[in-house]
């Protein structure tokens, strides 16, 4: 049997892995000229993620082919947090080391609301992150069992209050689904203890890195990549995809995986494309140094954060926005949030203003962490956009309760594609879309044997 994965991201690569493991023939189709996805990079410079969570995903992954991750390393403290005040604070593994940097009354809050992150996440990990995506009867048990206790008629900014420190700190942890703090619903909350809890983990070369590994993982069992070759549509039959079109002309198989952003494959279908709300996309500035600095992870937060996203909403890239940065050795990341496309009164923004914007967050970084930058490029929305729709970087907004549920791997009916990847269940990010694709690519070869009637 064939299969044919479209896109090398993370989210790919895994889904080519399980069906290579199955012993099926298999393809990649990747628009870009190397594997990696949004973790590509830029002289050196990583384009996208920059630490990892939950290492037992990739290392599962690996693990099934007889490989680890060697090099891997927690990270603590594990991010430098500074107000516009000069109040910092580094969470630490350790929480008395971390709670040693906080007032008496910070440390109680502190304290509470990290252990109902716990709570929020073992009880939604089963349901929402590592299992398929939920059916209604899961859902009923999850909510007989854990609804009241995720608190679903209030929102994480009522459930996080907790001062001017501590409140954006423990908002900004919802902005890794690419939800709107303020708009999200508290079960979110969870995704805290994923890093303040479990760890943040650092490894050598970054997830540039990690993506090679999983590409010349897959060369080495026999999958093939086709580099360079932008998908055109995919040929709706009657309960199937029949083939898939490319640049460079027609290919066919006896299963299909779409990696791409679930909106392109929507699109390649010829089907119309979901009413659902989109999320956050991002503002990235990627420097080259002229001098090595120490690894570090850094986030420097605005005056108001509430204002920051109130000025996203409206579709305005922030004047003053909170600033993520990332430096290791002679490459540092910068990363900002910015509104999905179009921004507001409808426009695109073209390589002027996104020029300007990017030397006006290099003049607020200089203020705050000054660099030895000897040569820089921004990726805007509009660069985004090549990999995800309109530049939201993981799909749907998960705003509300209904919100936060990822779409599912199922399209349309059609019983030989699975869509995976960031933009569905369960989710974003890098470890999220490994699970995605291994575990998209599964369910996949389990309704083909069934339909079947029997093993592949």
């Known amino acids: 049997m064939k299969a044919i994965v479209i896109g090398a991201g993370f989210a790919g690569l895994a889904a080519a892995l399980r069906l290579c493991k199955a012993g099926l023939e298999v393809t990649v189709i990747e628009q870009l000229d190397q594997p990696g996805g949004k973790a590509i990079g830029w002289e050196g410079v990583p384009t996208g993620p920059t630490v990892l969570t939950l290492p037992e995903i990739p290392r599962q992954i690996l693990g099934a082919f007889g490989q680890d991750l060697p090099g891997l390393k927690p990270v603590s403290p594990l991010t430098r947090y500074v107000w516009p005040d000069g109040r910092v604070f580094a969470p630490e593994l350790e929480l008395e080391a971390t709670l040693a940097q906080l007032s008496a009354q910070e440390a109680r809050d502190y304290r509470r609301l990290l252990l109902e992150a716990r709570t929020l996440y073992e009880g939604a990990r089963d349901t929402f992150i590592f299992g398929p995506p939920p059916t209604s009867a899961r859902l009923l048990q999850y909510g007989l069992r854990e609804g009241l206790k995720a608190h679903p008629l209030q929102p994480l900014s009522a459930l996080v209050a907790s001062g ?247 399209v349309a009916g059609l019983r030989n594609l699975a869509q995976v990847g960031g933009t569905v269940h369960p989710g974003g990010g890098v470890p999220l879309a490994l699970l995605s694709g291994w575990n998209g690519a599964g369910w996949l070869l389990e309704r083909r044997s069934r339909l079947k009637g029997g093993p592949l």
């Open 164 to 410: 001017p420190y501590l409140t954006p700190f423990f908002l900004r942890f919802a902005t890794y689904l690419g939800a709107n703090p303020y708009w999200a619903p508290a079960v979110l909350h969870n995704i805290a203890w994923v890093e303040l809890g479990l760890g943040v983990f650092h490894l050598p070369g970054g997830m540039r890195a990690l993506a090679l590994r999983l590409y010349e993982l897959a060369r080495g069992q026999g999958v093939g990549f086709v580099f360079g070759q932008k998908v055109r549509r995919l040929q709706r039959l009657p309960g199937r995809v029949g083939a898939l079109e490319t640049e460079a002309g027609w290919h066919s198989a006896d299963l299909y995986v779409s990696a791409a952003d679930r909106h392109f494959t929507l699109d390649w279908l010829g089907l119309p494309q979901p009413a659902y709300a989109l999320g956050v996309s991002g503002f990235a500035v990627l420097m080259r140094l002229s001098e090595a600095v120490p690894l570090g992870h850094h986030l420097y937060f605005s005056a108001d954060y509430r204002a920051e996203w109130n000025q996203i909403a409206a579709g305005r890239w922030p004047q003053d926005p909170t600033l993520y940065l990332h430096t290791d050795g002679e490459a540092a990341f910068l990363l900002v949030n910015a509104p999905s496309l179009p921004l507001e009164g409808g426009r695109t923004p073209g390589p002027t203003e996104s020029q300007a914007y990017a030397q006006h967050l290099l003049g607020q970084l200089a203020v705050r962490h000054p660099l030895p930058i000897a040569t820089w490029r921004a990726l805007s929305p509009l660069d985004y956009s090549r990999t995800a729709y309109r530049g939201a970087l993981y799909g749907r907004a998960p705003h509300g309760l209904l919100g936060a549920l990822r779409p599912g791997w199922a």
